[in-house]
């Protein structure tokens, strides 16, 4: 079974409502010591990488052999482990004394987010009765 982005409509209409109320929290918020810029990033970010996890995890779930969901979950979850290490690193150094630790907090809760919503669409796509 090919790919098709309706089976992702999940996480599109996770990263629309999370930029609306990315956004709304910055007007609302706006004095606030939160930098909406780096949540929005995080945001993108994160939608991509789940995007592009995602389409692993549903290749691999349509498999003949069953150890490859196992392994692309595995990768997918060192691939996230890795990209969201690098962009904390990157955006410490990159940003020096203006690093913003609230904004770092918020990002982490959207990746939680993003991986609650990706998990409960592949459980939901998997038709397999003992899985």
Do not use: W
Request: aromatic content about 14%; proline content about 2%; glycine content about 2%.
């Amino acid at each position: 079974m090919d790919f098709s982005y309706k089976t992702a409509i999940p996480l599109i209409v996770t990263f629309i409502i999370l930029a609306a109320i990315t956004l709304t929290a910055n007007f609302i918020l706006g004095t606030a010591k939160i930098d909406f810029v780096i949540v929005m990033a995080a945001n993108c970010l994160f939608f991509l990488m789940s995007i592009f996890v995602f389409k692993m995890q549903y290749d691999a779930m349509h498999h003949q052999n069953p150890s490859v969901f196992i392994r692309r979950v595995m990768s997918s979850m060192l691939i996230k482990l890795l990209v969201c290490v690098l962009a904390v690193v990157a955006y410490y150094f990159l940003s020096g004394s203006s690093f913003n630790k609230p904004a770092v907090y918020i990002s982490l809760l959207i990746y939680i987010i993003y991986l609650v919503v990706e998990v409960g669409t592949i459980m939901k796509l998997n038709k397999t009765k003992d899985a």
